[in-house]
């Protein structure tokens, strides 16, 4: 491990602990929003409600996204082996992941927009955009997260022996795919569900 | 702070800076008690905005159908005073406290993220900034504190700067807290367990916990009211199905737990006082600790009761009113705690253990009059009447100000070195002990004589006591601005030519005070071991057969090294080998960029917001990027002396 961790109290490093701190935080973010989305879920100002969502599709790209944790468990296991080429390859791997994750809510909410479904449509709408648009700023956010990590291995500012460094952009990246679990079931599956009974 | 880097590396612009003296070293500087400094100064300015505002407010209502000031005027004016006061003066005035206090008090050098240290400042001044230019830019916010939907989508209530401007402080708050929580957990000196921390520590934890998980709600409900004004989203709108109700849950799950934000860091500091100027330990200090933090929790379950008139049923309110009667309990038991600490004491009647007492018993009956709102039916006939100003009132004014300038006039030789005068301060004491009830005890009857809030003029129909009990108040802004005059005249005066202090004006009880007056930027020379709850009153005192204090001679104790002795021993002990966090300008750098993001989320003017977080990136980028001169969070090698330090600065 890095610096001085045997010299705090708690035996963690700052950051590490700061980064828990901070996330446990961003789930009450989170949940504010998901609290008025459901609120709202049959608000929809006789706009487009819920059946809009095209589940089959937003399925791949939750994947997609799920996998990319797999990678960047890969990726922080490299860094701590040391093998900084392997730790690279799995880092671009998740950022590309992430890359396809939101080119695909991109997509997702280009069609919804051409059916109908916008902003300032009814409150349902609004909660729907604002909520998954804050989640893919999360995600955008962690993959110049990711593609500064990967260019700071390449400078030689982030060391083979930092490897703290990927662990935390990685706690920060499993969350953002936690919450998108969240977000998937509660957003699109659940009402989904409830539709169709 | 830079001693230690001796000129190895060529300089560029991620070099860190290294001015100690000046404008610059101030305004890159990571040193805790520094920027616990400017906030203090930045509260004052802050203050002073403020209380002129309330002087406007209480012209315009000092009789009856004046005119002084146009309705938008005052809407304006009293909206600010409620933001200005809230945000910008008893939020930053406890972290001002938090800064200087913490890492002293827990025997750290520094907190444990300075340059986020830094980063927080920045964005509570220009948050702070940003709010007042509102009144240059087309006008204040408008529509209260409280920026109740839908009032507050209306396009002339300019409550788009309240949206943007509080979510600025808000981050300010936010990454103040991980830091602060961090510090607290992570940072103590060896021995100092849970139970043996300061109790302004212990209520430090729980504010912090409590800024971690209020200001994300905040956050969203501000978010909500942005994309309503600026972009057109239907969130509160009434018209589409949207629901104000939201508003006001949302708003609210922040802005009670907002006042157990700014009140228990008061309690902290009243905590900490009392016992000094009683010369006893603080009374049931597990209670006072737990109390404190079963506010922090119950303070999440009793928000609905700022709603009990709007449409949230009979069980909600049912449910609410136990609730908020239920947190008076640990309230209560603090109260009785502090009156037991000084039972039987031996007082000792200072400027700081006045203010102590007078928060004691002023938020007493602010407190008193807050359970009267928790009965529903009572709570109806007092909504939204001056009874809820007088409420407020007692337990922000009376309350956390009154700890707040107690937590001023006791740690002032801390930071100077010196004395603030106590004739003066006796002076201040009396006159807004006599003021602030002159202003706020009339405002009960006024209230229940049902003088109605957020009126720009007082209505003639409300009769002649009424209209005596606004003139009483208005009187008492005057004896206020007054006295807070003798406290500014006495603040100066002190700073420049106050009696020296000493390193323990007080007989103090908590370590804090091993360090100088003022500390060297590394705090302690040597880490101090903590064996004992108030560990420095143990480090002077022994107890003799019947208990009492007895004088341990000094060198009598074998851990008896005071900071001074050991600063001025040999030149190891000099600091030189202690490395401190380097100042830095990114913190600055990166926060500047939050003004154009903020005037361009107000447009909307996407050139400007694109600009802003080019900006807010590069600082960014440029506070990674920036050498690690002193291994203040990722050098792994600084454990070993002989490790050459040019390798650090070489990347």
Redesign the interface.
């Known amino acids: 491990m890095t610096a001085g961790v045997h010299e705090t109290t708690l035996g963690l490093d700052h950051r590490k602990l700061g980064m828990w701190v901070f996330l446990g935080s961003e789930f009450l973010f989170f949940g504010a929003f998901v609290s008025a989305y459901i609120l709202y879920l049959d608000t929809t100002a006789g706009g487009p409600g819920v059946e809009i969502f095209d589940i089959p599709f937003t399925s791949i790209s939750s994947f997609v996204l799920l996998m990319s944790s797999l990678t960047m468990v890969l990726a922080h296991n490299a860094h701590t082996r040391r093998d900084m080429r392997r730790m690279r390859m799995w880092i671009l791997a998740t950022a590309g992941q992430g890359a396809v994750f939101l080119g695909g809510q991109i997509f997702e909410f280009t069609v919804f927009y051409k059916e109908g479904l916008n902003l300032t449509q009814s409150p349902f709408a609004s909660g729907f955009f604002v909520l998954t648009g804050f989640h893919g700023l999360h995600v955008f956010v962690g993959i110049l997260l990711l593609l500064s990590l990967y260019s700071l291995t390449l400078t030689g500012k982030v060391k083979p022996d930092q490897d703290l460094k990927t662990e935390m952009i990685g706690l920060y990246w499993h969350f953002v795919d936690i919450i998108w679990v969240i977000i998937f079931t509660v957003v699109y599956l659940i009402p989904d569900l409830l539709m169709e009974a | 702070m830079s001693q230690s880097t001796p000129t190895t590396s060529r300089r560029s612009v991620f070099s860190r800076p290294r001015a100690e003296k000046g404008f610059t070293s101030w305004i890159t500087t990571t040193d805790h008690k520094r920027i616990g400094i400017m906030y203090f100064f930045t509260v004052l300015v802050f203050f002073t905005l403020g209380g002129a505002e309330s002087g406007v407010i209480r012209a315009q209502l000092a009789q009856a159908e004046m005119d002084l000031v146009t309705a938008e005027i005052y809407n304006q004016v009293f909206t600010m005073h409620g933001l200005t006061m809230v945000f910008l003066v008893v939020m930053p005035f406890g972290a001002a406290f938090f800064n200087y206090l913490i890492p002293l008090q827990i025997g750290a050098r520094d907190v444990?993220?300075p340059r986020l240290n830094a980063f927080s400042y920045w964005m509570y001044l220009f948050g702070g900034i940003f709010l007042y230019s509102s009144f240059l830019l087309g006008g204040a916010p408008n529509g209260a504190w409280t920026g109740y939907a839908p009032l507050a989508l209306d396009g002339v209530s300019n409550m788009a700067f309240y949206a943007i401007g509080l979510q600025l402080l808000g981050v300010s708050s936010?990454s103040a807290?991980?830091?602060f929580?961090?510090t607290i957990?992570?940072?103590?000196a060896p021995g100092?367990t849970f139970m043996r921390m300061p109790m302004f520590i212990w209520m430090s934890l729980v504010t912090n916990f409590l800024l971690?998980?209020a200001?994300?709600?905040i956050?969203?409900?501000l978010?909500?009211l942005q994309?309503?004004t600026v972009?057109?989203?239907?969130?509160f709108?009434p018209a589409?199905?949207?629901?104000p109700i939201?508003w006001q849950h949302?708003f609210w799950?922040f802005g009670h737990p907002e006042v157990y934000i700014m009140i228990l860091p008061a309690m902290g500091i009243v905590s900490e006082i009392l016992p000094v100027f009683s010369r006893k330990p603080l009374f049931g200090y597990a209670a006072v600790a737990f109390a404190g933090a079963a506010i922090g929790f119950i303070g999440f379950g009793v928000w609905a009761h700022h709603m009990f008139t709007s449409a949230i049923g009979p069980v909600a309110r049912s449910a609410f009113a136990l609730s908020t009667m239920f947190i008076a309990v640990p309230t209560g038991i603090k109260i009785f705690n502090w009156v037991f600490t000084m039972w039987g004491g031996k007082l000792r009647f200072t400027t700081p253990m006045l203010f102590s007492i007078g928060f004691v018993s002023m938020f007493t009956i602010g407190g008193l009059s807050g359970v009267t709102h928790a009965v529903v039916p009572h709570n109806a006939q007092q909504h939204d009447t001056y009874y809820v100003v007088a409420h407020f009132h007692y337990v922000l004014f009376g309350g956390a100000l009154f700890a707040l300038i107690a937590g001023v006039y006791y740690w002032f030789p801390k930071v100077t070195g010196r004395l603030m005068s106590e004739k003066l301060g006796r002076v201040h004491f009396w006159t807004w002990l006599l003021g602030f009830n002159l202003t706020f005890g009339p405002m009960h009857m006024s209230g229940l004589l049902g003088q109605p809030r957020r009126t720009a003029v007082l209505p003639a129909e409300l009769g002649g006591t009424v209209e005596l009990y606004n003139l009483l108040s208005s009187l008492g802004v005057v004896v206020l601005a007054v006295s807070a005059l003798v406290f500014l005249f006495n603040l100066i005066a002190s700073i420049r030519a106050g009696a020296a202090s000493g390193p323990d004006p007080w007989d103090a009880r908590t370590i804090e005070w091993l360090s100088e007056s003022p500390p060297k930027h590394y705090n302690f020379a040597e880490i101090p071991v903590v064996s004992h709850r108030d560990e420095f009153w143990h480090r002077k005192y022994a107890e003799d057969a019947a208990g009492q204090p007895v004088a341990v001679p000094a060198g009598g104790s074998e851990d008896h090294v005071t900071a001074e002795a050991a600063a001025h021993g040999e030149g190891d002990h000099d600091g030189h080998h202690i490395h401190m966090p380097d100042p830095s300008y990114w913190p600055l750098v990166m926060c500047l960029g939050f003004f154009p993001v903020a005037y361009g989320l107000l447009g909307p003017t996407p050139w400007l917001i694109g600009l802003g977080v080019v900006w807010v990136?590069i600082g960014f980028?440029g506070w990674?990027?920036e050498p690690v001169a002193e291994?203040d969070?990722?050098?792994?090698?600084?454990?070993d002396p002989a490790a050459p330090r040019s390798g650090v600065a070489a990347?």
Request: proline share 4%.
């Open positions: 444990a993220f936010l807290a991980v830091n929580i961090v957990l992570n940072m103590r100092l971690l998980f200001m994300p709600i956050a969203v409900a978010f909500m994309f309503d972009f057109g989203a239907q969130f709108n589409t199905g949207g629901d939201l949302l799950l990136i980028f990674i990027i291994g969070d990722d050098d792994p090698i600084v454990e990347h």
